[in-house]
């Protein structure tokens, strides 16, 4: 099974995929270590590092996954074609997918994490306001192929093993 997470930085996506991959016994990939490695590699950040992360975890996920494993993704997922490069690596690979999408609905709670990210990370500049901003300019409705694909939405000003237990049940249908 390939689960994808989906939502903007610091909605709490990371923390539900490190849990419920600890419970499935399945591997988390996320980008933005991914990015982080290649920025610090000296990789200029005017260069595509998103779509660089994007395709080295795509690249990761399909080895587990040919290899028989499941593997949770852990990414924005903005726009369509974020989307729907998962859907063609699960085609592909005749694997099952399911997305989780992540939201805060508590907009200062959201920016106190955004803060305590920014605080915990050297590169700051990934977790500002403007990136968040730019992610809420750019994020696109659930259509197309991934439009049509399992998915639910968790909110995560409900407490985490609440998140957890419904994101398990759903991927359990």
């Known amino acids: 099974m390939l689960i994808v997470m989906a939502g903007l ?3 709490g996506k990371s923390t539900i995929a490190e849990v419920v991959g600890n419970r499935l016994g399945l591997p988390v ?3 933005d ?5 290649i920025l610090s590699a000296g990789i200029g950040a005017d260069q595509p590092t998103g779509l660089a992360a994007y395709l080295v975890a ?4 399909e080895a587990v996954i040919s290899g028989g494993g499941g593997i949770i993704l852990d990414a924005v997922n903005a726009v369509g ?5 998962w859907v063609k690596l699960a085609e592909r690979q005749k694997a099952e997918i399911r997305f989780i999408e992540v939201v805060c609905s ?3 709670l959201h920016a106190e994490r955004l803060a305590a990210r920014a605080a915990r990370r ?3 500049a990934s977790t500002s306001g403007f990136a968040v901003e730019q992610s809420l300019e750019e994020w696109e409705d659930w259509a197309g192929p991934s439009g049509a ?3 639910i939405t968790l909110d995560s000003i409900e407490p985490l093993g609440v998140n957890v237990e419904r994101a398990l049940a759903f991927l359990q249908r």
């Open 9 to 11: 930085p610091a909605a």
């Open 29 to 31: 990939v996320s980008v």
């Open 33 to 37: 270590p991914i990015e982080a490695a």
């Open 58 to 61: 795509e690249t990761f996920a």
């Open 81 to 85: 074609p974020a989307r729907e490069q």
């Open 106 to 108: 508590d907009g200062e």
């Open 122 to 124: 050297a590169d700051a």
């Open 149 to 151: 694909i399992a998915r």
